[in-house]
């Protein structure tokens, strides 16, 4: 639990110019000094089921995403069901892509626990001294780079922290489902996050392979996620349709044009029923980063001064293009980057906003800073004007945001989304006229400005949307029941 007590207060002003369109009111900045000091200890394996046969007639598709993973059955039921997970007193589908790691005295001795999903959701706010929360690792995939991190002085790879986050899901869908599940059809974007060339699609596909393998999975097949997004629309037509998929998932926007409809499977699939497909590294986690620049880093020192051998100098920029992605606050709870800024803030011009920045650091407000940025986003699909708060006892911010200028932050990524749109019905051959339908899908798929890429080039008419948060699941479900079937005929 964090303490209740307060440090001193500090009240500080957004500049206008920072947004020509945004309307700030005052940040109110507190912070405490109470560092939790974690000792290290060895993580021990987990254990796993033993391998046992999957039921014929069931076919699993599982859609592991940067923020939100989602699993179906088709054939455990009527129709295609999703496995649901207990939150917070309720049941979601949703199954947060995160791993929660804490110590835990058992006895005289120091163990190292772990849970995924929402349960680790539950046991990371719950908890009196925070662990480690680790996020949004499958935007790392392609990364030749990083391969693993420290966790409590152990190191472990990153295919080792994502197989954790899948065996998890595989049992308790397991559990729900009552089958064993030792083979799925599995999603994957048209491009990973950072891929430049095919060869980093590739090498990011394998570990996303080589983790399900250490999850316990026997047999994984990879469909691209918008395709699996098309069948699962396709499973609500009477008539065959030329689509146009986008899919706006955490790290990445992917489409693709499919020939879809009853005909379709009943002649059965063909290459050529995928016109063509494109994707770019564009997508939720990057409309999130801009309102932290915008809302949240100056209130946190981001742009401030210091003085140094009589000079004035601007604050280190690298440490708030790493808040930006707010997945990647634990990577800067480093005993280096921690004294580093102890040096910036004995230097700074205003050292309350550098102790704001040191505090959201060692507390790994991540995902509180993420709920509030997801929570401002959403009001501004929904109203033209919204307000963002962020509190943690601690360091409390408030302010008040146009949609135009959220779209005027994010208009960079937007053209991006659009070009990549246009490229594709380009090099496909396909005018927008001859595109039936454009079936959008992801949590993006609701921002204003996204929906108006697609709106003014095919018409509002011909736009659909459904199930936007578990199509890409069902969708695989079915793939995967499909594959099945053409198996065993």
């Known amino acids: 639990m964090l303490a209740k007590h307060r440090g001193h207060l500090v009240d500080t002003v957004l500049v206008k110019g920072s947004s020509p369109k945004v309307r700030i009111v005052r940040f109110r900045i507190a912070y405490v000094k109470n560092p939790h000091e974690v000792p290290h200890l060895q993580l021990k394996k987990s254990r796993m089921y033993s391998p046992t046969s999957q039921a014929s007639k069931v076919a699993i598709g599982i859609d592991f995403g940067t923020t939100n993973s989602s699993i179906a059955c088709a054939g455990c039921s009527d129709g295609v069901q999703l496995a649901k997970f207990p939150y917070l007193g309720g049941l979601t589908d949703a199954y947060r892509s995160l791993l929660y790691l804490q110590q835990v005295k058992e006895g005289s001795v120091n163990t190292l626990k772990s849970w995924t999903g929402p349960e680790g959701i539950e046991h990371y706010l719950s908890a009196d001294v925070k662990g480690r929360l680790i996020q949004s690792l499958k935007s790392f995939l392609s990364s030749r780079t990083l391969h693993g991190t420290e966790v409590f002085g152990r190191r472990y790879t990153l295919e080792d922290l994502i197989a954790r986050i899948l065996r998890g899901l595989r049992e308790k869908a397991e559990h729900q489902f009552g089958i064993k599940i030792r083979s799925a059809v599995v999603g994957r974007p048209v491009h990973f996050v950072g891929a430049e060339n095919q060869e980093d699609d590739c090498y990011a596909e394998s570990r996303l392979r080589s983790a399900f393998d250490l999850a316990g999975y026997e047999s994984v097949k990879f469909e691209m996620e918008p395709v699996a997004a098309a069948h699962h629309y396709e499973s609500t037509l009477d008539h065959d349709?030329?689509?146009?998929?986008?899919?706006?998932?955490?790290?990445?926007?992917?489409?693709?044009?499919v020939h879809v409809g009853p005909n379709v499977?009943?002649?059965g699939r063909v290459p050529g029923d995928i016109v063509g497909n494109a994707g770019v590294g564009i997508a939720g986690d990057s409309f999130d980063a801009k309102i932290i620049r915008y809302l949240v880093s100056p209130a946190l020192g981001a742009?401030?001064?210091?003085r140094s051998l009589g000079k004035i100098l601007t604050v280190p920029a690298w440490v708030y293009i790493r808040l930006e992605r707010w997945h990647h606050l634990s990577l800067l709870r480093g005993k280096d980057v921690l004294n580093m800024l102890r040096g910036v803030q004995a230097q700074s011009l205003e050292p309350d906003k550098i102790g704001a920045l040191i505090h959201f650091i060692k507390e790994d407000l991540g995902f509180h800073l993420h709920r509030a940025v997801q929570k401002v986003k959403c009001d501004l699909s929904n109203d033209p004007v919204a307000t963002f708060q962020f509190s943690d006892g601690f360091v409390n911010l408030k302010a008040v945001v146009e949609r135009a200028s959220f779209e005027e932050w994010v208009s960079e990524e937007l053209g991006q989304i659009a070009r990549c749109?246009?490229?594709l019905l380009s090099a496909s051959g396909v005018l927008p006229l001859d595109v039936d339908m454009v079936f959008l899908t992801g949590g993006s798929s609701f921002v204003p400005a996204v929906r108006k890429i697609f709106?003014?080039?095919?018409?509002?008419?011909?736009?659909r949307g459904g199930n936007?948060?578990?199509?890409?699941a069902r969708g695989l479900a079915l793939t995967a029941m499909d594959l099945s079937i053409s198996r065993l005929g």
């Open 241 to 257: 349709e030329l689509i146009l998929i986008g899919d706006f998932g955490g790290g990445t926007s992917d489409f693709a044009l």
């Open 265 to 267: 499977r009943r002649r």
């Open 303 to 306: 742009g401030s001064q210091l």
């Open 421 to 423: 749109v246009d490229s």
């Open 455 to 463: 709106e003014t080039r095919f018409g509002e008419k011909r736009i």
């Open 468 to 472: 936007e948060f578990t199509s890409v």
